[in-house]
């Protein structure tokens, strides 16, 4: 594949007839035109690694520019590295925040693979460090936004692997940007001991449990890559530094390194605690937003988009015990079936972050609130209710604030409902944990089964 030329960036206006030729001003990514599946035009190169290149490109029906990442398939496939890019594309797909660059879809021919991105335009994080250490104000900012960001990751199962400065991209308005999913691994990739196995990463940010190859917790090993971070930005350089990288390897086996004389006694604190070689005494995420250092106000243009949800002023909605269950028309039954099989227990819907399922029943709504209700005193959970909904809502405080649900009750006809159940406010790897341990094993025995369906909870 040719490049196109870094002296004349952007886009050639003729690429719809242009040959590419010598009087081209702005060469093409491709002989003939530089349209890609009649969606994208290709621009200049942005930069390149050694399996992808990375060029600017325009939508263009819209005229919005996006990042498009180029791998060659067939270079690919010779290291055995396929496995590891379907991994990636699955990974950007679950992990959709606002400080990780965004995949907007994923194309392909018969020789590549093409990765439509948020274009990040403020370039990586690394350059900005090459020019010295950071203020401490400006490092804290990076920090939280890192750590928002991996929080998420960890709570939808996603283990970075590895997170360096090179991997954090900033745009236009300074905001940090995770990228690279190449070498993520999944909770699905656990052994049976529950750790993971594959040593990867870069030798400088690399975990010490990670060397020793005895198995690691990918989510720990993530925050000790955190604090190698931290420490580059208010230094300015490695905490673990050998020109032998074997001696290297022991610096970060024993967690040998020195803070200079200008880190304030809190970032002290927080990075010993974030580079603990002991991966069991670590310190945790939840810990980390925890500290007095993390917790010092940032500046006003970084907004929290955490709210909570207040219970009591929702009871007017659950207050007229007169209003019977919905009755369900055509498109009512349309749009909550992914075909017309409402046959199993639990029907969700095809996307990462899974809010929201649905099962149907020949019991009376009156039996369906009764278990709601059982479950949420098992739980502890106040509950909020009509003849077509109920409202569960934790008394405590999880990851994003108290879990609330909903479950609403539609009368397919007088003796079969559909009952659709949504997650209204916290986590939803929380959301999820309870269905499936509390909600799912509950309802089992009320719920319909088409004779033809295993009779198995799925």
């Given at each position: 594949?040719?490049?196109?030329?870094?002296?004349?960036?952007?886009?050639?206006?003729?690429?719809?007839?242009?040959?590419?030729?010598?009087?081209?001003?702005?060469?093409?990514?491709?002989?003939?035109?530089?349209?890609?599946?009649?969606?994208?035009?290709?621009?200049?190169?942005?930069?390149?690694?050694?399996?992808?290149?990375?060029?600017?490109?325009?939508?263009?029906?819209?005229?919005?520019?996006?990042?498009?990442?180029?791998?060659?398939?067939?270079?690919?496939?010779?290291?055995?590295?396929?496995?590891?890019?379907?991994?990636?594309?699955?990974?950007?797909?679950?992990?959709?925040?606002?400080?990780?660059?965004?995949?907007?879809?994923?194309?392909?021919?018969?020789?590549?693979?093409?990765?439509?991105?948020?274009?990040?335009?403020?370039?990586?994080?690394?350059?900005?460090?090459?020019?010295?250490?950071?203020?401490?104000?400006?490092?804290?900012?990076?920090?939280?936004?890192?750590?928002?960001?991996?929080?998420?990751?960890?709570?939808?199962?996603?283990?970075?692997?590895?997170?360096?400065?090179?991997?954090?991209?900033?745009?236009?308005?300074?905001?940090?940007?995770?990228?690279?999913?190449?070498?993520?691994?999944?909770?699905?990739?656990?052994?049976?001991?529950?750790?993971?196995?594959?040593?990867?990463?870069?030798?400088?940010?690399?975990?010490?449990?990670?060397?020793?190859?005895?198995?690691?917790?990918?989510?720990?090993?993530?925050?000790?890559?955190?604090?190698?971070?931290?420490?580059?930005?208010?230094?300015?350089?490695?905490?673990?530094?050998?020109?032998?990288?074997?001696?290297?390897?022991?610096?970060?086996?024993?967690?040998?390194?020195?803070?200079?004389?200008?880190?304030?006694?809190?970032?002290?604190?927080?990075?010993?605690?974030?580079?603990?070689?002991?991966?069991?005494?670590?310190?945790?995420?939840?810990?980390?937003?925890?500290?007095?250092?993390?917790?010092?106000?940032?500046?006003?243009?970084?907004?929290?988009?955490?709210?909570?949800?207040?219970?009591?002023?929702?009871?007017?909605?659950?207050?007229?015990k007169s209003k019977q269950p919905e009755t369900l028309n055509a498109f009512h039954i349309i749009s909550l079936s992914e075909g017309f099989d409402l046959s199993p227990l639990f029907e969700e819907k095809k996307r990462e972050d899974k809010e929201e399922l649905r099962f149907a029943t020949t019991r009376p709504a009156?039996?369906?609130?009764?278990?709601?209700?059982?479950?949420?005193?098992?739980?502890?959970?106040?509950?909020?209710?009509?003849?077509?909904?109920?409202?569960?809502?934790?008394?405590?405080?999880?990851?994003?604030?108290?879990?609330?649900?909903?479950?609403?009750?539609?009368?397919?006809?007088?003796?079969?409902?559909?009952?659709?159940?949504?997650?209204?406010?916290?986590?939803?790897?929380?959301?999820?944990?309870?269905?499936?341990?509390?909600?799912?094993?509950?309802?089992?025995?009320?719920?319909?089964?088409?004779?033809?369906?295993?009779?198995?909870?799925?």
């Open positions: 594949m040719r490049g196109p030329s870094l002296r004349k960036p952007e886009f050639c206006g003729r690429a719809k007839r242009c040959i590419g030729g010598r009087n081209c001003h702005r060469k093409h990514v491709e002989d003939g035109p530089t349209l890609l599946h009649g969606k994208y035009e290709l621009g200049r190169l942005l930069g390149h690694g050694t399996f992808a290149k990375v060029y600017l490109a325009r939508h263009l029906q819209t005229g919005k520019s996006v990042a498009m990442k180029v791998v060659g398939k067939e270079k690919v496939i010779k290291v055995g590295m396929m496995e590891q890019v379907k991994r990636e594309i699955s990974v950007m797909k679950m992990v959709e925040h606002e400080n990780i660059v965004e995949l907007h879809e994923v194309m392909a021919s018969k020789s590549k693979i093409y990765f439509a991105m948020e274009l990040v335009r403020g370039g990586e994080l690394f350059n900005k460090i090459a020019r010295g250490r950071l203020k401490e104000d400006l490092a804290r900012v990076y920090f939280q936004q890192l750590i928002s960001a991996i929080d998420f990751c960890h709570s939808r199962g996603v283990y970075h692997r590895d997170l360096k400065p090179e991997n954090l991209l900033l745009d236009e308005d300074g905001n940090l940007k995770v990228t690279d999913f190449g070498l993520s691994a999944f909770s699905e990739h656990l052994k049976q001991d529950g750790l993971l196995h594959t040593t990867c990463g870069t030798p400088a940010y690399v975990a010490p449990e990670v060397i020793g190859k005895k198995g690691y917790d990918g989510a720990k090993a993530d925050i000790w890559s955190c604090g190698v971070i931290l420490y580059v930005l208010l230094a300015g350089f490695l905490p673990f530094q050998d020109d032998n990288i074997v001696a290297m390897y022991r610096k970060i086996y024993r967690g040998d390194f020195k803070c200079p004389p200008w880190f304030s006694s809190e970032a002290r604190r927080l990075i010993t605690k974030l580079l603990d070689p002991n991966p069991n005494t670590r310190i945790s995420i939840s810990k980390i937003m925890d500290s007095s250092w993390f917790k010092k106000p940032v500046p006003k243009n970084i907004k929290s988009n955490k709210q909570e949800y207040d219970f009591e002023a929702d009871e007017v909605n659950y207050g007229d009156s039996s369906v609130i009764s278990r709601l209700e059982e479950v949420a005193k098992n739980m502890k959970f106040n509950v909020k209710k009509s003849d077509s909904r109920v409202r569960l809502q934790g008394q405590e405080c999880g990851r994003k604030g108290k879990l609330a649900i909903n479950a609403d009750i539609f009368a397919l006809t007088p003796s079969f409902l559909v009952v659709e159940v949504k997650k209204d406010n916290g986590d939803t790897l929380e959301y999820n944990q309870f269905c499936s341990k509390e909600l799912r094993p509950a309802l089992k025995d009320i719920v319909w089964m088409s004779t033809e369906k295993n009779s198995t909870l799925a």
